[in-house]
Protein backbone atom coordinates (compact mmCIF):
# COMPACT_ATOMS: atom_id res chain seq x y z
CA UNK A 1 0.00 0.00 0.00
CA UNK A 2 0.87 3.44 0.26
CA UNK A 3 3.37 5.21 2.21
CA UNK A 4 4.01 8.48 3.72
CA UNK A 5 6.79 9.44 6.16
CA UNK A 6 6.98 12.00 8.54
CA UNK A 7 10.29 13.32 9.84
CA UNK A 8 11.42 14.14 12.57
CA UNK A 9 8.72 12.30 14.52
CA UNK A 10 8.67 14.32 17.67
CA UNK A 11 10.60 17.43 17.79
CA UNK A 12 11.31 19.59 21.29
CA UNK A 13 12.10 23.53 20.58
CA UNK A 14 12.61 26.85 22.58
CA UNK A 15 9.71 29.18 22.08
CA UNK A 16 10.47 31.71 19.70
CA UNK A 17 12.34 29.20 17.46
CA UNK A 18 11.05 27.76 14.17
CA UNK A 19 10.60 24.33 12.93
CA UNK A 20 10.33 22.02 10.09
CA UNK A 21 8.04 19.12 9.23
CA UNK A 22 8.65 17.23 6.23
CA UNK A 23 6.01 14.92 4.71
CA UNK A 24 6.85 11.92 2.27
CA UNK A 25 5.27 10.02 -0.01
CA UNK A 26 7.48 6.90 -0.38
CA UNK A 27 6.32 4.72 -3.14
CA UNK A 28 3.79 7.38 -5.60
CA UNK A 29 3.54 10.64 -6.70
CA UNK A 30 1.09 12.48 -4.24
CA UNK A 31 -0.68 15.50 -5.77
CA UNK A 32 -2.48 16.64 -3.28
CA UNK A 33 -0.94 16.89 1.05
CA UNK A 34 -2.91 17.81 3.52
CA UNK A 35 -1.50 19.23 6.70
CA UNK A 36 -3.11 18.50 9.81
CA UNK A 37 -3.20 19.57 13.60
CA UNK A 38 -4.30 17.34 16.86
CA UNK A 39 -4.66 18.45 20.33
CA UNK A 40 -5.28 15.51 22.63
CA UNK A 41 -8.48 13.94 22.93
CA UNK A 42 -9.33 15.80 19.90
CA UNK A 43 -10.29 15.26 16.20
CA UNK A 44 -7.68 16.11 13.52
CA UNK A 45 -8.23 19.61 11.94
CA UNK A 46 -7.25 20.55 8.54
CA UNK A 47 -4.86 23.60 8.86
CA UNK A 48 -3.91 23.51 5.12
CA UNK A 49 -4.32 21.87 1.30
CA UNK A 50 -0.83 21.48 -0.09
CA UNK A 51 -0.98 21.41 -4.13
CA UNK A 52 2.48 20.68 -5.92
CA UNK A 53 3.93 23.88 -7.50
CA UNK A 54 1.15 26.04 -6.03
CA UNK A 55 0.66 27.91 -2.89
CA UNK A 56 -0.88 26.43 -0.47
CA UNK A 57 -5.05 26.59 0.67
CA UNK A 58 -4.94 27.76 4.56
CA UNK A 59 -8.29 26.58 6.28
CA UNK A 60 -10.10 29.79 8.40
CA UNK A 61 -8.23 30.70 11.26
CA UNK A 62 -4.87 29.37 10.08
CA UNK A 63 -2.38 32.15 9.67
CA UNK A 64 -0.05 31.34 6.56
CA UNK A 65 2.41 33.59 7.86
CA UNK A 66 3.01 31.51 10.89
CA UNK A 67 2.48 27.79 9.21
CA UNK A 68 4.70 27.90 6.10
CA UNK A 69 3.81 25.19 3.69
CA UNK A 70 5.55 24.31 0.93
CA UNK A 71 4.78 21.46 -2.23
CA UNK A 72 8.13 21.79 -4.25
CA UNK A 73 7.76 17.70 -5.62
CA UNK A 74 5.40 15.31 -5.90
CA UNK A 75 6.47 13.22 -2.96
CA UNK A 76 7.82 16.04 -0.54
CA UNK A 77 5.86 18.18 1.46
CA UNK A 78 7.05 20.90 4.27
CA UNK A 79 5.50 22.83 7.30
CA UNK A 80 7.80 25.40 8.89
CA UNK A 81 6.08 26.55 12.06
CA UNK A 82 7.91 30.03 12.50
CA UNK A 83 8.05 31.83 15.42
CA UNK A 84 6.58 28.78 17.79
CA UNK A 85 5.19 29.38 21.02
CA UNK A 86 3.79 26.73 23.94
CA UNK A 87 0.52 26.79 22.30
CA UNK A 88 1.76 25.47 18.78
CA UNK A 89 2.30 22.53 20.27
CA UNK A 90 0.28 19.60 19.05
CA UNK A 91 0.36 16.56 17.21
CA UNK A 92 0.83 17.42 13.13
CA UNK A 93 -0.23 14.83 10.69
CA UNK A 94 0.04 15.05 6.64
CA UNK A 95 -1.65 13.38 4.42
CA UNK A 96 -0.97 12.27 0.58
CA UNK A 97 -3.68 12.00 -2.11
CA UNK A 98 -2.13 10.10 -5.11
CA UNK A 99 -3.02 11.08 -8.89
CA UNK A 100 -5.55 8.30 -8.97
CA UNK A 101 -7.73 5.89 -6.60
CA UNK A 102 -10.45 5.78 -4.77
CA UNK A 103 -10.46 9.16 -3.10
CA UNK A 104 -8.84 8.03 0.00
CA UNK A 105 -5.67 9.85 1.98
CA UNK A 106 -2.73 8.62 3.44
CA UNK A 107 -1.49 9.70 6.35
CA UNK A 108 1.88 9.85 7.66
CA UNK A 109 2.53 9.03 11.49
CA UNK A 110 2.27 12.34 12.81
CA UNK A 111 5.01 14.40 14.06
CA UNK A 112 4.64 15.70 18.05
CA UNK A 113 6.28 19.31 18.76
CA UNK A 114 6.31 20.69 22.12
CA UNK A 115 7.47 24.48 22.69
CA UNK A 116 8.92 25.12 25.67
CA UNK B 1 -22.16 24.89 8.50
CA UNK B 2 -20.68 21.35 7.72
CA UNK B 3 -21.22 19.20 11.54
CA UNK B 4 -19.86 15.87 12.07
CA UNK B 5 -20.88 13.80 14.98
CA UNK B 6 -20.15 10.94 16.69
CA UNK B 7 -20.52 9.08 19.80
CA UNK B 8 -18.65 10.93 22.26
CA UNK B 9 -18.34 8.22 24.56
CA UNK B 10 -15.96 5.10 24.32
CA UNK B 11 -18.10 2.30 23.66
CA UNK B 12 -17.25 -1.37 25.81
CA UNK B 13 -18.14 -4.63 24.42
CA UNK B 14 -16.99 -7.87 25.04
CA UNK B 15 -14.52 -9.90 22.54
CA UNK B 16 -16.35 -11.41 19.60
CA UNK B 17 -19.55 -9.59 19.92
CA UNK B 18 -20.59 -6.94 16.93
CA UNK B 19 -19.22 -3.08 17.55
CA UNK B 20 -21.41 -0.18 16.18
CA UNK B 21 -20.25 3.22 15.79
CA UNK B 22 -22.44 5.92 14.86
CA UNK B 23 -21.59 9.12 12.73
CA UNK B 24 -24.24 11.20 12.03
CA UNK B 25 -23.10 14.43 9.42
CA UNK B 26 -25.46 17.73 9.23
CA UNK B 27 -25.70 20.79 6.47
CA UNK B 28 -24.41 19.00 3.98
CA UNK B 29 -24.19 15.86 1.72
CA UNK B 30 -20.97 14.56 1.34
CA UNK B 31 -20.19 12.75 -2.06
CA UNK B 32 -18.97 9.57 -0.16
CA UNK B 33 -17.36 9.23 3.34
CA UNK B 34 -14.20 7.62 4.58
CA UNK B 35 -13.52 5.57 7.97
CA UNK B 36 -10.24 5.25 9.45
CA UNK B 37 -8.59 4.04 12.42
CA UNK B 38 -6.40 5.84 14.96
CA UNK B 39 -3.95 4.50 17.00
CA UNK B 40 -2.14 6.64 20.56
CA UNK B 41 0.17 8.90 19.13
CA UNK B 42 -0.06 7.52 15.30
CA UNK B 43 -1.56 8.71 12.17
CA UNK B 44 -5.04 7.71 10.98
CA UNK B 45 -5.09 4.12 8.64
CA UNK B 46 -7.92 4.19 6.02
CA UNK B 47 -10.41 1.79 6.80
CA UNK B 48 -13.44 2.00 4.10
CA UNK B 49 -14.81 4.71 1.19
CA UNK B 50 -18.05 4.37 0.38
CA UNK B 51 -19.82 6.48 -2.04
CA UNK B 52 -23.28 8.43 -1.95
CA UNK B 53 -25.06 5.90 -4.33
CA UNK B 54 -24.11 2.75 -2.40
CA UNK B 55 -25.93 1.63 0.61
CA UNK B 56 -23.25 -0.76 2.22
CA UNK B 57 -19.92 -1.92 2.09
CA UNK B 58 -18.20 -4.42 3.46
CA UNK B 59 -14.20 -5.95 3.81
CA UNK B 60 -13.59 -8.44 6.03
CA UNK B 61 -14.69 -8.17 9.11
CA UNK B 62 -15.78 -4.05 8.93
CA UNK B 63 -19.35 -3.13 7.16
CA UNK B 64 -20.30 0.44 6.33
CA UNK B 65 -23.68 1.47 5.87
CA UNK B 66 -24.63 5.18 4.08
CA UNK B 67 -27.55 6.50 4.74
CA UNK B 68 -28.46 9.79 2.99
CA UNK B 69 -31.53 10.17 3.98
CA UNK B 70 -30.85 10.21 7.45
CA UNK B 71 -27.58 11.59 6.78
CA UNK B 72 -25.81 9.13 9.32
CA UNK B 73 -23.18 6.41 8.51
CA UNK B 74 -23.14 2.93 10.90
CA UNK B 75 -19.67 1.38 10.84
CA UNK B 76 -20.26 -2.14 12.10
CA UNK B 77 -17.28 -4.49 13.29
CA UNK B 78 -17.88 -8.12 13.42
CA UNK B 79 -16.68 -11.09 16.28
CA UNK B 80 -14.17 -8.00 17.79
CA UNK B 81 -11.13 -8.92 18.97
CA UNK B 82 -9.01 -6.41 21.80
CA UNK B 83 -6.64 -5.78 18.60
CA UNK B 84 -9.59 -3.68 17.23
CA UNK B 85 -9.26 -1.54 20.18
CA UNK B 86 -8.55 2.17 18.74
CA UNK B 87 -10.02 5.07 18.08
CA UNK B 88 -12.45 5.17 14.86
CA UNK B 89 -13.11 8.58 13.07
CA UNK B 90 -15.64 9.06 10.45
CA UNK B 91 -14.47 11.50 7.68
CA UNK B 92 -17.18 12.64 5.69
CA UNK B 93 -15.88 14.37 2.07
CA UNK B 94 -16.34 18.15 1.84
CA UNK B 95 -17.51 19.77 -1.19
CA UNK B 96 -14.80 22.38 -1.77
CA UNK B 97 -12.57 20.19 -3.91
CA UNK B 98 -9.31 18.76 -4.12
CA UNK B 99 -10.53 15.86 -1.98
CA UNK B 100 -10.97 17.41 1.81
CA UNK B 101 -12.15 15.97 4.42
CA UNK B 102 -13.69 16.69 7.34
CA UNK B 103 -13.26 14.53 10.43
CA UNK B 104 -15.37 13.70 13.76
CA UNK B 105 -13.85 13.62 17.33
CA UNK B 106 -13.94 9.70 16.51
CA UNK B 107 -15.47 7.06 19.16
CA UNK B 108 -13.01 5.29 21.07
CA UNK B 109 -13.92 1.19 21.54
CA UNK B 110 -12.34 -0.67 23.54
CA UNK B 111 -13.03 -4.55 23.41
CA UNK B 112 -12.26 -6.82 26.45
CA UNK B 113 -11.26 -10.32 26.65
Known amino acids: GAVVSQHPSWVICKSGTSVKIECRSL??????MFWYRQFPKQSLMLMAT?????????EQGVEKDKFLINHASLTLSTLTVTSAHPEDSSFYIC????????????FGPGTRLTVL | SQKIEQNSEALNIQEGKTATLTCNYT??????LQWYRQDPGRGPVFLLL?????KEKRKERLKVTFDTTLKQSLFHITASQPADSATYLC????????????FGAGTRLAVHP
Open chain 2, 27 to 32: NYSPAY
Open chain 1, 95 to 106: SAHGLAGPNEQF
Open chain 2, 91 to 102: APSFSGGYNKLI
Open chain 1, 50 to 58: SNEGSKATY
Open chain 2, 50 to 54: IRENE
Open chain 1, 27 to 32: DFQATT
